[in-house]
Each structure stands twice: as structure tokens, then as C-alpha cells.
């Protein structure tokens, strides 16, 4: 699989205290920004699924486009318009909260409540099309998660924003995405603290266990090999 990931770098101005706070700041908020790009092939009866840690009550849009192999100009050519994509979305407790059919090219959108991985799987209809029988795609898919989602020409052309307030609104998204991140590791960190407690309470009550099985062996057998003394009169 190849990926075609896009960074995008903020230089801000160099300078010393406060600038060096707003420096930080505006690095914080660039790693804030989800969102990855790639391509992959799947055959007609294939299926791939993607894994995504996604905090909750958090918009993740996908924009995908298909190829369909051309054995005779051996390329990639775009996708009849019959072909599409179904995709399907579970969330980390195995529900469904996003099945649809779409086109050869499209957008799902989807908005995560429970916190965790979810994971987002994409195959053909190409069962309906003899065309694509036995053949290969190509699917370009784009995964955009949080307030990176958004489309900031068109909240300002609706809203009649100003540039200054429409950076100020992306500014306050950002912090509002990066608390719910770190809602999310904080949520991360107490499943993970509570999985080692009862890991470590469970080896406990397995070591009491084995001691007391232990225990109980010893016992059985000073009471065996007193009873067979006994009986041979030795004792």
C-alpha cells in the first residue's frame, strides 16, 4: 500500500518570550491537526478496514475516489459511474453507526459519541457489474478528523465572517479539538490504569491460590505418610 501523506508546516516569526509561548502554541495546534490521505487496491469481493482513535462527540468526513485497471492502456483510468463504494463505520463498542451505499466517487460523514477506535471498512458493489469482474481499483481516500474537517472558506462565505474572525472561530475550534484529545488520553490513561489494577488484583488472588493449594498438598500428604506409618507400625 502507498500513501500519499500531506504535512502542512507553520513558520511563525522567531522571537523571545512571548513569542517563544506563541511559537509553542501554534506548533500544540498544528499536531492537533488530524487528518491522513493514501490509496489502496482491493479486488470485487475484497474488504479493507481502517482503524481511527477518535475522542467522542468528534466530525470525521472521508472523501474517497475510485480507479478502475485498464488491461489494455495498463493504468488506472477513473471508475464508471454504476461502480461504487459502501462503507461501513462501527464504533469501539461494535455498533453500527454508519452504513450507505455511494457512488465511484463521494463523501461520508460520520460523528463519534463513544470514545475509542473506530473502524471504517470500504468495499465495491462490483458483485452488480460484469465490468469490473475480475478486475482491480484503485480507491484514493482521505480521512479528515476533528475541527481540520472543516471547511473554513465556506463557514466564512456563509457566516460573513471577517479573515480576523474567521481565525479567531479556527483558533477556538483548535483549542476546543485539542481539550477533547486530551479528554481522550486522560480516558486512555484510566482504562489503562484500571486494566493494570485488576491485572495485578487477579495475580494476587492466583498466588493466595496456588499457596493455599499448596498448603493443602503438604497437609494430605503428612497425614498420608502418618496413616501409612502407622499401619506398618513404624510409628
Known amino acids: 500500500m502507498a500513501a500519499e ?4 508546516v507553520v513558520r511563525p516569526r522567531m522571537g523571545t518570550g512571548l513569542g517563544t509561548v506563541i511559537r509553542a502554541f501554534v506548533l500544540l495546534l498544528c499536531f492537533a491537526a488530524r487528518g ?9 469481493t ?7 482513535e477518535i475522542p467522542d462527540e468528534t466530525m470525521v468526513i472521508g472523501n474517497y475516489r475510485t480507479q478502475l485497471y485498464d488491461k489494455q492502456r495498463e493504468e488506472y483510468q477513473p471508475a464508471t459511474p454504476g461502480l461504487g463504494m459502501f462503507v461501513e463505520v462501527k464504533d469501539p463498542e461494535d455498533k453500527v453507526i454508519l452504513a450507505r451505499q455511494y457512488g465511484s466517487e463521494g463523501r461520508f460523514t460520520f460523528t463519534s459519541h463513544t470514545p475509542g477506535e473506530h473502524q471504517i471498512c470500504l468495499h465495491s458493489n462490483s458483485t452488480k457489474f460484469s465490468l469490473f469482474a475480475g478486475g482491480m481499483l484503485r480507491v484514493h481516500l482521505d480521512i479528515q478528523v476533528g475541527e481540520h474537517a472543516n471547511d473554513y472558506a465556506e463557514i466564512a462565505a456563509k457566516d460573513k465572517l471577517s479573515e480576523l ?15 477533547k484529545e486530551q479528554n481522550y488520553q486522560r480516558w486512555r490513561e484510566e482504562r489503562f490504569r484500571q486494566t493494570s489494577e485488576s491485572t495485578n488484583q487477579r495475580v494476587l488472588w492466583w ?17 498420608h505418610l502418618k496413616s501409612f506409618f502407622e499401619a506398618k507400625k513404624l510409628v
Do not use: D, N, P
Open 46 to 52: 475484497e474488504k479493507k478496514c481502517f482503524i481511527e
Open 36 to 44: 491522513g490521505a493514501l490509496y489502496f487496491h482491493i479486488g470485487e
Open 207 to 223: 498466588s493466595i491460590l496456588q499457596t493455599l493449594i499448596l498448603v493443602a498438598i503438604g497437609v494430605w500428604q503428612m497425614r
Open 5 to 8: 501523506q500531506g504535512v502542512r
Open 165 to 179: 474572525q474567521l481565525r479567531v472561530r479556527q483558533l477556538v475550534e483548535q483549542v476546543e479539538q485539542i481539550q
